[in-house]
């Protein structure tokens, strides 16, 4: 599983023709679903929902990370995913990443099943670069300046796409020096985690200037505020067109994996810019 995943994230990144993630948060305090999924039977048939649908992946977290989000600790997050990743992976062919930061729950996770590790820390815990080069499967190292509990209070740079673009190139050297494969290495710029929606949106515009180092991109902006705060929708569950806006744009910039909350409209929005992008320019008329 773990190859079959690193060779189709390298193929979208190269052919530019994004892997769609499905969201699936098994915590009470997610800042979209809000525990709708928190029970391990709910989490499981969400999944086959997203999966139905066509996730490529499916991301399983077990700890928010919204803006104020406590931390839990590892023995908690690690009974609340790896049920999940279990019964996931004994029904489905579908490849799994983990969103987490800790080692242990990393390590108990793929030997669950999960076969990709998404990061939103950078591998900066203690342990988890190691980790990651020990269990050998692709890893996303994302960018958030601060913490979950306070990245928002007043975020500032110099240059927001400029220092993403040095903190991920510092974080992927790190990876290397500690073992893990060049293939492996997936990079996200982290919209909405320590960034004012100014910085999102140079991000967003600026995108194709994160590809400059060669790493494949995954990007999450579904149902995001910046999303929120620009159409004046306050549900989260409300900002389907604005995700739906939000992950065209993406794409055409060059992402290879989208993380979304709404899988189906998604993959319709990629056929169409694949068809778009794949059709013969008529004939010029004479």
Known sequence: MTAQLFERIQQAHRQRRPLVMGIVNVTPDSFSDGGRYWHAEDAVAHALDLASQGADILDI????????????????????????????????????????????????????????????????????????????????????????RTMQEKPSYQDVVADVASFLAQRSAAALAAGIRREHIVIDPGFGFGKTLGHNLELLA?????????????????????????TGRKQADQRLAASLAAAMLSA????????????????DVLKVLSAVTDATPPAASR
């Not at 609340?80 to 969103?99: C, F, G, T, Y």
């Not at 600026?206 to 505020?225: C, F, M, N, T, Y």
């Not at 055409?252 to 409209?265: F, K, N």
């Open 252 to 267: 055409q910039r060059g992402a290879a994996i989208l993380r979304v909350h709404d899988v189906g409209p998604t993959v």
């Open 61 to 148: 977290g077990g700890e928010s990370t919204r803006p104020g989000a406590e931390p839990v600790s590892a023995e908690q997050e690690i009974e609340r995913v790896v049920r999940v990743v279990e019964q996931i992976a004994s029904r489905l062919a579908v490849p799994m990443s983990i969103d987490t930061s800790k080692p242990e729950v990393m390590k108990a996770a793929v030997a669950a099943g999960a076969a990709m590790i998404n990061d939103v820390n950078g591998l900066r815990a203690a342990g988890a670069v190691e980790a990651a080069a020990e269990l050998n499967v692709p890893v996303c190292i994302m960018h958030m300046q601060g913490q979950p």
């Open 206 to 230: 600026r995108q194709e200037d994160l590809l400059a180092a060669g790493w494949p991109l995954l990007v999450g902006i579904s149902r995001k505020s910046m999303l929120g705060a620009i």
